[in-house]
């Protein structure tokens, strides 16, 4: 199985601030991930798909990039609706795996 | 407007069985692969089961096989998870997702004696 790791756990910041999460795979996924937000109490809700892929919908403030083992979420300009926890995930095989998340908050 | 809502979840007795719902509308249900993913109480989401479009390939994290079942009708634009012999460890909020771009609000199933 292909693990998911996400840096940091927990990211401190503030509203304007540029937010760069990292996730990391095992082994390659070439570019088959994406990114989703999720706050307390809601479904997630897809933000980057094939890595830096933007969802239909989704501000230009965020933006992926990567491929291989190595990618980045990057929230150019944090804003108050962007506090949640964001999630990883690989689709190159079986089980699709989730990184364990990363939680953003209010510094 | 697209939408899946899930149903089915509850308080059920380890060793038990629930049956999962999900009533997808405003778009081509039969057009999707669709996703069970779970997530437990304070914890990270972990997918569970993914169903192709015709349901001919059917695939599950190892936790749940044998254990619960994923399947479709695409006449009644539905989905399923069938989960038999629950575990303590089954409890979690169940999302519907249709592949990885629409995701239900979930339904709570909870395995407790």
């Known amino acids: 199985d292909i693990q998911m790791t996400q840096s940091p756990s927990t990211l401190s910041a503030s509203v304007g601030d540029r937010v760069t999460i990292t996730c990391r795979a095992s082994q390659s996924i070439s570019s088959w991930l994406a990114w989703y937000q999720q706050k307390p109490g809601k479904a997630p809700k897809l933000l980057i798909y094939k890595a830096s892929s933007l969802e239909s919908g989704v501000p230009s403030r965020f933006s992926g990039s990567g491929s291989g083992t190595e990618f980045t979420l990057t929230i150019s300009s944090l804003q108050p609706d962007d506090f949640a926890t964001y999630y990883c995930?690989?689709?190159?095989?079986?089980?699709?795996?989730f990184g364990p998340g990363t939680k953003v908050d209010i510094k | 407007e697209v939408q899946l809502v899930e149903s089915g979840g509850g308080l059920v007795q380890p060793g038990g069985s629930l049956r999962l719902s999900c009533a997808a509308s405003?778009?081509?249900?039969?057009?999707?692969?669709m996703s069970w993913v779970r997530q437990a109480p304070g914890k990270g989401l972990e997918w569970v089961a993914n169903i192709k479009q015709d349901g001919s390939e059917k695939y599950y994290v190892d936790s749940v096989k044998g254990r619960f079942t994923i399947s479709r009708d695409n006449a009644k634009n539905s989905l399923y998870l069938q989960m038999n012999s629950l575990r303590a460890e089954d409890t979690a909020v169940y999302y519907c997702a249709r592949a990885r771009d629409v995701w239900g609000k979930g339904t709570t199933v909870t395995v407790s004696s």
């Open positions: 405003g778009f081509t249900f039969s057009s999707y692969w």
């Open positions: 995930q690989q689709y190159n095989s079986y089980p699709c795996t």
